[in-house]
């Protein structure tokens, strides 16, 4: 492949901005762009936890994730009765990427509830998810700490994520919807500060592919979410 | 009373802002704020119409609203077993009032759903809904005829909507949310350009109120939305 | 309009009656007639209070609507999968209008039910539905005074609804299914006794109309209002 | 037993009365009373058969059966989750009952949906809705051959129920409530009036049962359901 | 009928077999055979009964009954909206028929939950169903007794069920898929050891049917209980 | 870790079973078993392509997952409203694997329904019901052939899948459900016959996870398939 259909190179990302305190009442909040992906987070803190966590004594983190109907291209319908298979996929997933870096017993019987809603689809909603509700999980954190809901925060490290794919026969960073339509092979990844790998989830859209285009799709994956969490950090020390 | 709480005139609406092309898919858009009350409009085109309108050779307008989980004081749940009547009962009457300054014959067998989605509530989501999907609507409408799809605009006025109510036994325009909650009587209404009135929904909240309180409240709102209906000629106007 | 099509005077009611006891069971009962429309009201009282009222320590008072399937001209589903939106927009309204009469505080840990059941619809049922659930709540109190659940009535004052509206250009009033599906304007008023409103419900079924038709409808209605609180009196008076 | 709690003898049935044309809309209906058990039964004829039907060339009849909320002693909720299982069962045996006494291929095109309302429930409301129910499918086969949409009435005989059981170790027939509810056996019987047997349904509410207990309560029923067959005659006779 | 298309004489039964201790984890378990009729019955013992239980101080037996899509001979659907009408009926008489048996109040608080998961059906699932839970169920209630759950088994005598019916004018039992297609008369029988009924539902599928044919089917019927009685005294014997 | 706690090598592998033509009625059936996890696999042809798929000309194969309430140490509940989150990622996993060696555009206007039915679960339910889900799909297309309804068969190479993870710091590799609930790091493989890859799926239940596990895992996971792979085509050998 000379070159993508926007003018990027395989290992470029989409330009990402993420912008703190977007809302007047949410604990936390964030709002990330990845060229036209746009998702707004919001931590919200309740006190309890779900029934059956209640004699862990620990607290919970949970997320959500939804689209507006017009987020997308085409008109999409409300999912009103109940989520469909693949948002509750990418709910859980969001969910359990932000448990992998939160220390649940420093929450105390508190739920902090991320809402991940897209505005805007062009790909790569899952990963945006994440990384932005990271940043409105650890904004929603430090709200508690003010509170003196808790002693210290619990998140102990940042988590990120990227979608990596094979496009006409290339491995590319951060697809976007058209790359994505037509990807032989499509992969996400979530990662920490630290490296540690939360979730690899490689999909082959058509034909099976071999293992070296797996390695390579985990390298190209970990070069850009260093350049996320490096997005993150900045967006966290600007809401100081 | 001798002044309101956020220090406003009895007939004093809150600050109105209208930005149109908010998003780049949606045939037509516009978020409108109304003080800290922000509304995401889009209206989307679809071939077709219902089943039960098809032999009528007319087209169709229709409405849906919803709340984004954190756009209250504390989060509310998403509505995934079905809206709740007091959601069915507000995107009712945006699709009825949206209609009645439609003529859909000049639809053709076109469907137009707006879509509000409310990201931020501070009170009076219902009418603003309403005064910014006619934005939205009318920008679907001139994207049509350019497209060809209509001869021309299928919108024969401009409507707007506003909230009264009774606060401390006082008549006031344009309640927010601290207001709303307090307030004795809650009305709204829907009108046009032309001065015709669309709906009026007035409810005592506690007590029964006398006719010319009724009277008072119609005259206050019949004034404000005149200020709603310059703000959308001037979004539409600048949108050109 | 010389003449309505069934004889009436544009300010002239169907004929109405309303029969109390009318089930053995029931706390309060009451089987209300205005034309060809048959409403079943019975008021249940239950002990306890919906959870989220508990710490209130005043009791609740609500409402159910149906349709038989075969009131109407033509048969209509069940609504088997929840109440469809037009029908809770009418139990609100009813629990809405009774509860505006109520003093709850005086019913203690209580809810009263009043469920409608329209047995045959020929227009203005919602209307009919509040005049007889006001007899049949009352008889409930009645019932519970009796019992020494309550030291007093709870309901301050009697409560009725009537509909009217713009039928060939004419107001009228007290519309039947013929008129009220040809109408331009179509209007629902809940008053009291002392004359207060309760709920004003004005919608232009066409084109908007100009305040002074609203203002002849209020006129009309409240006038039709009257004549119903005489029939309720009366058979209240007769069930004593 | 001496006599039973209303002072019935074993062998005797409650009075009985059948009331046709009852309501204004339906093509048949019939309101049945069996003591204080009441049933509206209304038949619509619909143009056209259920999807998997249209092949066969001939009609179909089918039944629902409800209760409104207050029928009974104390308040049941509404069944808008969908029917319940007992509901189920209970309208399946009404329309298997109807339908085996119906030459569908007569019907052409059309289906019968026969509604069984429970006004008031006092024990025995699935037998009497049958019963109710079978007058109410004539007079809507005698309209259709009115209108000339069959060309002879497609019900080849009366089909009729009774509720028959063991209480206080005396088989009984017609139980009401009071009786139903203590009652050792429990069994329904549908039979025509050539002497046929539609449905047998007989249960041990607690110890199992002989089957001469068996033999004497198909006895019993038997000849009350000969007592109902002839008010159905008379009803159907009046309506003529 | 000179033969039944399959070879069998009217009063023979399908070969039937009887498998316990199928499954690891429940605590009662059969596999049960009928012909090409297989079901797994598992019985589950959990602590607590259903809420309107609880103060009755005795147990609770229930049952469920489903079948894999592919038991048919063409695929079914999944039951994922809820169990349909025919499901609700089975599994209401399974337990019925279980609870005939079993003395609750030595139960304790406990319930057993006998799942019948249909993995071929051939006719007769519901009838198998019973026998093969009954096993299940007994097997259970000796394993609360080895763990010191009860103090004696609350198992009073067995209970079987089989069907009948009338085929080609002539009475025959247990009726395999295709039988039971083409039966003028359906019936389902379930009695005990004792020779007590405890459930008895025949249905008329075409024309009804006279008295002495009722009275052939449950000669024929109890007949055949008797063999299944004993080879269900065959399994738990061996179970031993 | 010395030894894995049934004794097994951190590369073995649970024994597997896989039986053919295990019911007598679907197109193709496999009973799989790896250790105490054992699942039913049928495969269902039937006519015609979901309506979003009819103007393609190829057809369709799709997958369901379900467990029978006691396939579990403890009962489950079935999922009578709608499959749960995990349910739809599974089968959605399921379909997927399937469709990537199947060549749609031989099957003709066919679906083929892979249903997958957990009869005991001792973990790994999910790469055993792919494993199995190949062999029955293979024979219901060979059946096809056998029919003529395809000119030959779609399946072009066969597909297998098995779980490993990190249990106690080390790389196992096809985990029980013991080892599953301890596990740090749990991941799931799908890969061909020709080595390709069809799914990766690794989550860190845990800490965050270094690449040199992932690629450790990869490792084990590509051998344990090798296993799966012959005991397939043994299975298919034999049913030929």
Redesign the interface.
Same mark, same amino acid.
């Given at each position: 492949m000379a070159e993508r259909h926007d003018g990027r190179r395989p290992d470029q990302g989409r330009p990402i901005t993420i912008e703190t305190g977007v809302?007047?009442?949410?604990e936390g909040?964030a709002l990330i762009a990845t060229g %036209?992906t746009r998702v707004?987070c919001?931590a919200?803190v309740?006190e309890g936890v779900p029934a059956w966590r209640e004699r862990s004594g620990a607290g919970w983190v949970t997320a $959500?994730y =939804?689209m507006?109907? #017009? =987020?997308?291209?085409? #008109?999409t319908s409300? $999912?009103?009765? @109940? !989520?469909r +298979?693949r948002t509750?996929?990418i709910q859980?997933l969001i969910g #359990?990427s932000l448990r992998?870096?939160t220390d649940m017993r420093l929450l105390g019987p508190h739920t902090v509830?991320v %809402?991940c %809603?897209v505005?805007?689809a062009d790909g790569g909603t899952r990963t945006a998810s994440i990384t932005g509700a990271c940043v409105a999980l650890e904004l929603a954190l430090r709200w508690m700490l003010g509170e003196g809901l808790v002693e210290r925060t619990a998140v102990r490290e940042k988590v990120a994520a990227v979608s990596v794919g094979i496009v006409d026969g290339t491995p590319c960073l951060d697809l976007d919807y058209r790359e994505d339509a037509g990807a032989q092979v499509d *992969?996400n990844l979530v =990662?920490?500060e630290? @490296? +540690? /790998?939360?979730?690899?989830? +490689?999909? =082959?859209e +058509? %034909?099976?592919? !071999?293992?070296r285009e /797996?390695d390579a799709l /985990?390298d190209l994956g *970990?070069a850009g979410i260093d350049t996320l969490l490096a997005a993150q950090a900045q967006a966290l020390a600007d809401a100081s």
């Open positions: 809302t007047p009442y949410a909040s %036209d707004l919001t919200s309740q $959500e =939804a507006l109907p #017009r =987020a997308t291209h085409t #008109r409300r $999912e009103r009765s @109940g !989520p +298979g509750q996929e859980r #359990r992998s870096v509830t %809402d %809603d505005l805007q *992969m =990662a920490t630290s @490296g +540690g /790998l939360v979730e690899v989830q +490689g999909t =082959a +058509g %034909d099976p592919f !071999p293992r /797996l /985990l *970990m």
